[in-house]
């Protein structure tokens, strides 16, 4: 069983994951990792992975079988497990818990060279449904606080597996990333009676200097205080707090925002590994009118060391103003 740590200085919790307890000689440099073989997640080779919980099936073929367009699986090597009551505990000044929660990975298209940046309009607006569906049915089940979708791409970006797909990880807690953002939200809010996101969109639809893509519902821009070279937030135009509770039509105005993004980033950084979150309030309830869902995609282009580790800061080699004139031209 996984457990959950409290670091009693930082108030941030860790994932002690025992499911693949690693060795001194499991921890393989990249460089020498092989690539290509057998791939779990192709079609045809639905008996390889845990049972689907969610599929979509153009022609109603039966489960775990083939002719699927979209696939949601439990992570067969899961950080956390969905089995037990959740059972908080101390030990001496330490909080810990067992590691309750849920790991699943979205396989995004059936064909192994697909990526998310090259698949049709279509399959990533059932991605971003298949988010939705997961997000809402997760949050049914009253041990899980949150539930994070995020995307790793490529190696450099912790992608395991080549085959196009993205992860959802439910958790007995906030995240503190998460809860610093909405804190800081809120106090915003409290200050000005508005939401900072909505400030956000409407001074960078306004100066443009940082606006990478636009459409009827969404944008793109390049944060001003950008942690990475190239990092983009996706946001929509209109104040949601949550992803999964928006009206159906802004799923496709959803996927074409994150498909034009990702083609530019294809475009100028010649398809780089990346990671993205989704982040969705905790509480539509109680964040509602501060909290603004966004997703935000990391290039992995730096690495990130000493003084960031040292400091929480981060030095960034691309002005964003930069990144976005980039990106903004890329077709
Ligand atoms: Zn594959
Ligand atoms: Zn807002
Ligand atoms: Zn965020």
Redesign the pocket.
């Known amino acids: 069983m996984p457990e959950l740590r409290k670091d009693p200085i930082h108030g941030r919790w860790v994932i002690i994951s025992t499911e693949r307890s690693r060795r001194p000689s499991d921890f393989t440099p990249e460089e020498r990792r092989p690539v290509g073989g057998f791939?779990?997640?192709?079609e045809g080779?639905e008996d390889r992975t845990p049972p689907e919980v969610l599929a979509f099936r153009d022609n109603g073929t039966p489960p775990n079988s083939s002719g699927w367009t979209l696939r949601v699986v439990s992570n067969k090597f899961p950080a956390l497990r969905i089995e037990g009551e959740l059972n908080r505990e101390g030990e001496g000044i330490y909080d810990k818990m067992n590691g309750i929660g849920a790991h699943e990975v979205v396989i995004e298209t059936p064909?192994?060279e697909e990526t998310l940046a090259t698949l049709p309009l279509k399959s990533i607006k059932n991605v971003l449904l298949a988010y939705r569906d997961r997000i809402v049915d997760l949050r049914r089940d009253p041990r899980l606080r949150y539930v994070l979708v995020f995307k790793n791409h490529g190696l450099a970006a912790g992608a395991s597996?080549?085959?196009s797909h993205s992860q959802i990880i439910a958790l007995p807690i906030v995240p503190k990333r998460v809860s610093e953002e909405i804190l800081g939200a809120k106090t915003y809010f409290h200050y000005k009676d508005r939401c900072v996101f909505c400030d956000i969109i409407r001074q960078e639809l306004q100066q443009k200097h940082r606006l990478i893509a636009e459409n009827q519902s969404f944008l793109s821009v390049a944060p001003f205080a950008s942690r990475f070279p190239f990092e983009t937030w996706i946001l929509p135009k209109t104040h949601y707090p949550s992803f999964e509770h928006m009206e159906l039509s802004q799923y496709e105005q959803a996927a074409q925002i994150l498909s034009d993004t990702l083609k530019k980033m294809n475009r100028v950084l010649t398809d780089p590994p990346y990671n993205y979150v989704i982040h969705t309030s905790s509480s539509p309830e109680v964040d509602g009118e501060h909290y603004h869902w966004h997703v935000e995609i990391m290039p992995k282009l730096t690495k990130v060391a000493g003084f960031e580790w040292g400091t929480g800061f981060y030095i960034n080699p691309t002005p964003p103003e930069e990144a976005e004139e980039y990106l903004r031209e890329a077709k």
Request: net charge neutral.
């Open positions: 791939c779990p997640l192709c080779n064909r192994h597996l080549e085959h």
